[in-house]
């Protein structure tokens, strides 16, 4: 009897886990089936997310086209207009200087009539320096009704005087 008690465990303990292999082999044949779909399923993901990166690349690299673009179109955009700012300031250095003559010529129309009318008139001839515009004046010459000309020469030191307001009597 001890011999068949041994012989039913023997049975039993090596039965045993031929029924518990066989009762996993399902699950675990459902286990590696849903792996296998995860793994797929990952494959397909990290594939899907490689092609978005890449599209996010190319997106980037299309944005910062477009920006190099606009920059470049703002950059001669203000090329232009340093040179159109620079024109309308000589247009306004020329208007003024027109404007200048134009008041110098009055005046000297009017100093004209003055003398003619007035026969025991002094007339003052001073000469003045146009401090907006920076030059240097190396001789003045004038004549007065044919009479032998006046014939000024100014250095540097006077030049400088006469840029920063000076006048100088001529007659």
Same mark, same amino acid.
């Given at each position: 009897?001890?011999?068949?008690?041994?012989?039913?465990?023997?049975?039993?303990?090596?039965?045993?886990?031929?029924?518990v292999?066989?009762?996993?082999?399902?699950?675990?044949?459902?286990?590696?089936?849903?792996r296998?779909?995860?793994?797929?399923?990952?494959?397909?993901?990290?594939?899907d997310?490689?092609?978005?990166?890449?599209?996010?690349v190319?997106?980037?690299?299309?944005i910062?086209? %477009?920006?190099a673009?606009?920059?470049q179109?703002r950059?001669?955009?203000?090329?232009?207009?340093?040179?159109?700012?620079?024109?309308?300031?000589?247009?306004?250095i020329?208007?003024?200087s027109?404007?200048?003559?134009?008041?110098q010529?009055?005046?000297?129309?009017?100093?004209?009539?003055? %003398?003619?009318?007035?026969?025991?008139? %002094?007339? %003052?001839?001073?000469?003045?320096?146009?401090?907006?515009?920076?030059?240097?004046?190396?001789?003045?010459?004038?004549?007065?009704?044919a009479?032998?000309?006046i014939?000024?020469?100014?250095s540097a030191?006077?030049?400088n005087?006469?840029?920063?307001?000076?006048?100088?009597?001529?007659?």
């Open positions: 009897m001890k011999r068949m008690a041994l012989a039913a465990l023997a049975v039993i303990a090596f039965g045993l886990p031929a029924r292999v066989a009762q996993d082999s399902p699950q675990q044949q459902a286990y590696k089936s849903k296998a779909q995860l793994l797929k399923e990952l494959e397909e993901s990290q594939k997310l490689a092609d978005i990166k890449g599209q996010r190319q997106l980037q690299a299309r910062e086209s %477009v920006i673009n606009m920059m179109q950059a001669q955009a203000l090329l232009m207009s340093s040179e159109q700012n620079a024109l309308q300031q000589l247009d306004a020329l208007t003024s027109q404007d200048n003559l134009l008041a010529r009055d005046r000297f129309l009017a100093l004209g009539d003055a %003398v003619r009318r007035r026969t025991g008139s %002094v007339i %003052v001839v001073l000469l003045r320096a146009d401090s907006t515009a920076p030059q240097t004046l190396q001789t003045a010459t004038l004549s007065v009704n009479s032998a000309p014939v000024r020469t100014y030191d006077a030049n005087a006469l840029q920063i307001g000076a006048v100088d009597e001529l007659y």
